[in-house]
């Protein structure tokens, strides 16, 4: 028998209460509404939308090629010829599709080509939040819309991957008044990168140098503390927050270490392994960002930064205007 579990009924003007908790007779079924979502999310498909940010030389195509263990950075895809620093801070978004296990993602990696590379830096985040806020305008375009479709595209960016330089000192001026700019409208992830450069010791004061600045700048990243639901989520990523910034090495090269295949980077000292916790915690930054937190991190960006850019737009707009399906009647948005 399946026991059926009732919180007090609610009064109904005219009705009394109905009776109290009662025992099914037979099995329903109830419990398959998991493998229907299930089945529903394989066929769809979903989107996952990460944007990297930091200085040139930092790796940060190779870590997204790692991360994903395929050719999705700009690069690999044969984005231009050369690989000349930009005037100015430019938005490179590149798509692919990637199938595992019969779960279909499509990936978006947007680039950010020329941050950080000018003599003067000053602003160079602007093109980045202008970028995330105009993915935000045209979801809430289509969401306005009264034809609008079954399901709408979702180009938002759902993470931003930020590299900080190994320098083993402490934050740049230009760190922290890009995280402080954009971690209102996005999830921000710091990541120490080519940390193989330190020794264990200077990586570990590093580490705890670049939390302590954060902190005193009142700068939030993901997973922000606010938005754990219960204990359990709090405890979880207590130990991850405890853990960031991740110092990460990236790398596509294999090498024969102890009779196995591994991804690595050769030095005089030997191979430092990717996926070696030992050697350092790009395992971590994967298993964190792709095993346990992707979706809440798409339910993070939907629920919170894109409500607020919304309801920041409701306020100003004094309520949106819906857009007619043969598109005459603009919106005000």
């Given at each position: 028998k399946v026991k059926i579990?009732?919180?007090a009924p609610e009064q109904v003007p005219g009705l009394g209460h109905s009776g109290s908790g009662s025992t099914l007779l037979g099995y329903i079924g109830i419990d398959t509404i998991i493998e229907q979502m299930r089945k529903k999310t394989m066929k769809a498909g979903f989107d996952f939308n990460i944007m990297i940010v930091g200085h040139s030389g930092l790796g940060k195509s190779t870590l997204v090629n790692t991360l994903f263990k395929s050719q999705v950075s700009r690069w690999s895809s044969g984005w231009g010829g050369e690989h000349k620093i930009p005037k100015t801070v430019e938005i490179k978004a590149v798509s692919h599709v990637i199938e595992e296990g019969g779960v279909k993602m499509k990936l978006t990696v947007i680039d950010t080509p020329g941050f950080g590379d000018q003599i003067n830096n000053e602003n160079c985040w602007d093109p980045i939040s202008k970028y995330i806020n105009e993915q935000y305008e045209k979801f809430l375009k289509e969401e306005v819309n009264i034809a609008r479709k079954k399901r709408i595209p979702d180009t938002r960016v759902h993470c931003c991957l930020y590299f900080i330089s190994p320098?083993?000192?402490s934050l740049r001026q230009l760190d922290i008044e890009f995280m402080k700019h954009l971690s209102r409208v996005v999830n921000i992830?710091?990541?120490i990168a080519k940390s193989d450069t330190m020794t264990p010791d200077e990586?570990?004061?590093?580490k705890h140098r670049v939390r302590k600045e954060l902190e005193t700048h009142g700068i939030?990243?993901?997973p922000q503390n606010?938005?754990?639901?219960?204990?359990?989520d709090k405890n979880e990523n207590d130990k991850i927050?405890?853990?960031m910034p991740f110092a990460v090495v990236g790398s596509d090269k294999e090498f024969q270490v102890n009779g196995k295949r591994v991804l690595g980077r050769k030095t005089a000292w030997g191979v430092v392994e990717v996926e070696n916790?030992?050697?350092c915690e790009f395992a971590l930054l994967r298993d964190f960002l792709i095993r346990s937190h992707l979706q809440d991190l798409k339910e993070v960006t939907h629920n919170i930064h894109y409500e607020t850019y919304r309801a920041r737009r409701l306020n100003d707009n004094g309520g949106l205007h819906p857009i007619s399906a043969n598109n005459t009647q603009e919106s005000n948005l």
């Open positions: 579990c009732r919180s320098t083993g000192h992830i710091p990541v990586k570990n004061e590093f939030e990243y993901y606010e938005f754990d639901d219960d204990m359990e927050r405890e853990a916790p030992n050697h």
